[in-house]
């Protein structure tokens, strides 16, 4: 077993610079009761008053009731819990400026822009013209709103699209009850301050309560004064396990589950088939540690797997195993699950996506294509001793009209051929065969049963490989004849 620990270290080294340049000052600025001023009727003005008056600010609109688009007027129109809205019909002037928080305007031509920015200027107003960045002193970026927990995303105007695609990313990672937790947060802050000693007893706290913010669920009922009796008794916080399917490889195919899984580890405990990218989206100070099981090759046994965990959750980690594919299929962790409940740890499963989703994938098939497979079945091809379980029922994966997945069955191949046509499959069936799937390394395969001894080989043996038997991977043969190779990369 090897084990890989990410380097936490930070601070300045050799003189080099604590922050890099920034390309602006990230600034979040408390308008609740002051004015702002925006000149402009138009929809995207609309937009900016909106998020202007969420902030709690008293918006001024300058337009002329003629000017006011329809998504401007339905908002003036609409109540508000926080903020004002007020319409000044008619243009705005340079004694509407003073004494504002900002102002914002937009305007059609640069001669427009340059007098509002001008005049904004004069009064010392910090201002922004929409869609014109020389005229800005102050951009919005795009927001992740989980208020209290506010998080503001900027490109310096240079890619929006960009910053649009990175907030949708961080939604992901966040969920919406993380705005209950951060009310709580703001609710308990001074009885924390009060109750906890500087230093350890405070970071203690913060740490659990994080850990659960960051859980999913939404608070319950005295939890915050639980976790605050915790610490002041002393009392470490309460391990768990969570088995979490890192799916076939591709980051893009976990589960939001899993990766909220992932942000709140202390530990995993990651299989040797789980890719680079999947445990970047872990926490930073997380600890990574690599217990591979790989067929032909020293592996770490799975009783010291399971002891590990036992031991972690009992020194109060929040431990993730982490598995290839899905948890529950050909990754026993009905051995781990068991092993963790005998020592009354608390479990759960996180789903994945298995390795024959991501083939029929691959290969642009339905698994049940009603024309061609009314059954699916998942066999394993490697068993605790290394080959094909004794007490497979080759007959009943003889069925014209189902489809096979053979798992982890590259080096049985030839025998898996030779078994399914001596029970009477015809050995000009269809077969797909996949291995590194949904990685930059992807490679695949079609052909015939007769010839899959072949295909595996010139895949090759030493790679993670899937086989899939049956008549819905006739298309994909049917658009390569012959033996297919293709690589993703």
């Given at each position: 077993m090897s084990e890989a620990v990410e380097d936490r270290t930070a601070g300045v080294k050799g003189g080099e610079a604590r922050i890099e340049p920034l390309s602006t000052l990230p600034v979040f600025l408390d308008l609740s009761g002051h004015r702002a001023v925006l000149a402009g009727g138009s929809e995207a003005a609309a937009w900016k008053a909106e998020l202007l008056a969420a902030s709690g600010a008293h918006v001024e609109i300058h337009a002329p009731a003629a000017d006011l688009s329809p998504e401007m007027a339905a908002l003036l129109a609409a109540p508000r819990a926080v903020g004002s809205l007020t319409h000044r019909d008619g243009t705005w002037d340079e004694g509407a400026l003073a004494g504002a928080a900002l102002a914002v305007a937009d305007c059609e031509s640069e001669g427009e822009a340059s007098a509002f920015a001008h005049a904004a200027r004069a009064a010392g107003v910090p201002f922004n013209v929409i869609d014109k960045p020389a005229f800005c002193q102050f951009r919005f970026g795009t927001l992740v709103n989980r208020s209290p927990l506010v998080i503001g995303i900027a490109t310096d105007g240079a890619a929006p699209i960009l910053g649009q695609a990175v907030r949708r990313r961080i939604e992901t990672l966040l969920p919406p009850s993380l705005s209950e937790w951060a009310r709580l947060a703001a609710g308990i802050r001074a009885s924390v301050l009060a109750r906890l000693a500087p230093g350890a007893p405070r970071r203690a706290f913060w740490e659990r309560f994080s850990d659960a913010a960051l859980s999913g669920r939404r608070p319950a009922g005295g939890e915050a004064e639980a976790l605050l009796n915790g610490v002041e008794a002393n009392a470490p916080a309460g391990g768990?396990?969570?088995?979490?399917?890192?799916?076939?490889?591709?980051a893009e195919l976990l589960t939001l589950k899993a990766v909220r899984a992932l942000q709140a580890a202390d530990v995993i405990l990651?299989?040797?088939?789980?890719?680079?990218?999947?445990?970047?989206?872990?926490?930073?100070?997380?600890?990574?540690?690599?217990?591979?099981?790989?067929?032909?090759?020293?592996?770490?046994?799975?009783?010291?797997?399971?002891?590990?965990?036992?031991?972690?959750?009992?020194?109060?980690?929040?431990?993730?195993?982490?598995?290839?594919?899905?948890?529950?299929?050909?990754?026993?962790?009905?051995?781990?699950?068991?092993?963790?409940?005998?020592?009354?740890?608390?479990?759960s499963l996180v789903p994945g996506i298995t390795a024959a989703s991501a083939m029929a994938a691959a290969f642009g098939v339905s698994?049940?294509?009603?024309?061609?497979?009314?059954?699916?079945?998942?066999?394993?091809?490697?068993?605790?001793?290394?080959?094909?379980?004794?007490?497979?029922?080759?007959?009943?994966?003889?069925?014209?009209?189902?489809?096979?997945?053979?798992?982890?069955?590259?080096?049985?191949?030839?025998?898996?051929?030779?078994?399914?046509?001596?029970?009477?499959v015809d050995p000009a069936t269809p077969v797909a065969v996949a291995a590194n799937l949904s990685r930059h390394d992807e490679t695949r395969a079609t052909g015939r049963l007769r010839d899959l001894a072949a295909i595996v080989e010139a895949i090759g043996l030493d790679n993670p490989i899937l086989i899939g038997v049956g008549n819905v991977f006739g298309e994909a043969l049917a658009a390569q004849p012959g033996d297919m190779l293709a690589s993703a990369g």
């Open positions: 768990r396990v969570t088995l979490v399917g890192a799916g076939p490889g591709e990651f299989d040797d088939l789980v890719s680079g990218e999947v445990l970047e989206l872990a926490r930073r100070e997380a600890r990574r540690m690599l217990v591979g099981k790989r067929g032909g090759r020293e592996s770490c046994r799975q009783e010291d797997i399971n002891a590990m965990m036992v031991k972690l959750a009992k020194a109060g980690k929040n431990v993730v195993r982490l598995k290839s594919g899905d948890v529950s299929v050909f990754g026993r962790a009905g051995e781990e699950i068991a092993e963790l409940k005998r020592h009354a740890i608390p479990v698994l049940t294509h009603r024309d061609h497979a009314q059954e699916l079945r998942l066999v394993t091809g490697h068993s605790r001793t290394g080959s094909l379980p004794q007490d497979l029922d080759w007959a009943a994966l003889a069925g014209p009209h189902a489809t096979t997945i053979f798992y982890m069955g590259g080096r049985m191949a030839g025998t898996i051929a030779a078994r399914l046509v001596a029970v009477g």
